[in-house]
């Protein structure tokens, strides 16, 4: 067995404590130079970054803002960058340290290296400060100064619900027709889109038209002028009004306009609101199209009945008559109305459109115009002999089904600014009633799904 002797490292004396240590080209210990040598010095311990409250975004100087979550490399790369003493020694390892995200402050650890003496390297770990400061952008500061925008587009209609607004929204949504608006505030009656320039508020105005039958007016406002350049600065207001039906109206109209629409009769029921009215005649499933131009131009096609003059009655017979248009069949439907259910045998028998949707045991939506309390020219004009009693409108569904269905999506909205509307708790209650009718608006109408995105809902 061979004898390997062992080397033991040699030990000197510090100069400075006078320590056992290894031999370095210092002859110090590590404690001596880091009294005598500070690595850190001409790093600040504290700084100041700035943070836009209303976007989120950070400032990364000179004048460019970037969107960082709290913790992620692209914050950590930006308070590295704001420390001016970095580039005189090496980063070795840089990381957060956890503080409460409402306390305005951001803790960063380094650790550094750098050479003191001759072929002596020093590494050290300290804590860096920064201090979140509220400052807005300029992207927001034009949307909340005065005077910033040049054109406005004021969307209304003259109904006392909400769901043609909420199809609206998410049509555009669906196109990204918001895209070059600077803020979008909500009034009584309908929303105001506040635009940068002029091009992009006329292009709203053409997507408003295309999606629903709508009508303009342009009026403009004079700023201030330059005499000596003939120069001078409007500020231009576009007023769209969207057509005051919607979809499962009854509308009246005159018997002049209902002739030129094919001969239908004077009192049909909206289907649907596209680019033009989708109306239909529920005793013989006649269809037209009324346009907004149609609309505008004759007086006298008004909704007299909208959709919270719906009742609830009770199928008892069914008879189909054959004949079918799309979606829609013809048939003699034997209701009841729901207060007289299980008290009487009073019945009444309406030719519908639903046919092919109903079936004995169902509850219906429909207009009971036996005991409704219309006050219209247009409807007075009707030949009563020839009006029906009741017309049906849609199938409806027990409430307790609904309550047991969770919905697996949800739909996104835009970034609204109420202002000084603030909605007081009854007409909360309405906006939320409208928007709950009209989810299951989506629900039972695929064609309505189909012009709309809808959201997975990861919490269902």
């Known amino acids: 067995m061979e004898f390997v002797p062992q080397t033991r490292e040699q030990l000197i004396l510090c100069c400075e404590c006078g320590t056992a240590i290894p031999p370095n080209p210092a002859n110090m210990c590590v404690n001596c130079v880091r009294s005598i040598v500070d690595i850190t010095e001409g790093i600040p311990k504290h700084a100041t970054i700035h943070w836009c409250k209303n976007c989120e975004r950070y400032l990364q100087p000179p004048a460019s803002w970037m969107i960082c979550d709290l913790e992620s490399r692209e914050l950590l790369a930006l308070c590295l960058k704001k420390l001016k003493g970095l580039g005189k020694v090496r980063l070795i390892d840089a990381g957060f340290i956890w503080t409460e995200p409402h306390s305005r402050r951001i803790k960063v650890k380094l650790t550094i290296q750098k050479e003191v003496f001759t072929a002596t390297i020093l590494q050290q770990a300290f804590e860096v400060e920064f201090v979140v400061s509220s400052m807005m952008c300029p992207d927001c500061m034009r949307v909340m100064a005065q005077n910033t925008w040049k054109a406005m587009v004021q969307v209304r ?16 949504l669906k196109h990204n027709a918001a895209h070059d608006t600077i803020n979008i505030k909500e009034v009584k009656g309908g929303l105001d889109f506040h635009f940068a320039q002029r091009a992009h508020a006329i292009k709203m105005v053409e997507f408003l038209a295309s999606m629903v039958p709508t009508r303009s007016k342009t009026s403009e406002q004079l700023i201030s002028s330059d005499v000596h ?52 005649d529920p005793k013989t499933l006649q269809q037209a199209d009324i346009s907004g131009t149609v609309f505008w131009r004759h007086e006298g096609i008004d909704a ?16 189909l008559l054959g004949p079918r248009a799309g979606r829609f069949a013809l048939a003699d439907v034997t209701i009841q109305r729901m207060s007289d259910v299980g008290k009487n045998d009073d019945v009444i028998i309406v030719r519908s ?108």
């Open 157 to 172: 209609q003259k109904v006392d619900h909400q769901r043609t607004f909420f199809y609206l929204e998410q049509l555009i």
């Open 353 to 460: 459109h639903l046919g092919n949707l109903l079936n004995f045991g169902d509850t219906v939506l429909g207009y009971d115009l036996l005991t409704a309390n219309i006050n219209n020219p247009s409807f007075d004009k009707l030949n009563v002999e020839e009006m029906p009693s009741v017309v049906l409108v849609k199938k409806s569904y027990p409430e307790r089904r609904r309550k047991r269905k969770i919905r697996p999506w949800k739909l996104k909205s835009l970034a609204k600014d109420e202002g000084d509307l603030a909605p007081k708790k009854q007409d909360q209650e309405k906006l939320e009633a409208d928007f709950e009718t009209f989810l299951r608006d989506l629900e039972e109408d695929p064609e309505l799904r189909q012009s709309i995105n809808l959201y997975k809902d990861a919490t269902a």
């Open 229 to 280: 350049t003939s120069t001078s600065n409007y500020k231009f207001t576009y007023s769209v009004e969207i057509i005051p039906i919607c979809k499962d109206d009854l509308v009246a109209m005159p018997k002049k306009v209902a002739n030129s629409l094919g001969h239908i009769a004077p009192l049909v029921l909206c289907t649907r609101i596209g680019n033009t009215i989708h109306v239909i």
């Open 304 to 319: 007299v009945s909208s959709m919270r003059d719906l009742k609830e009655f009770y199928v008892v017979d069914v008879d």
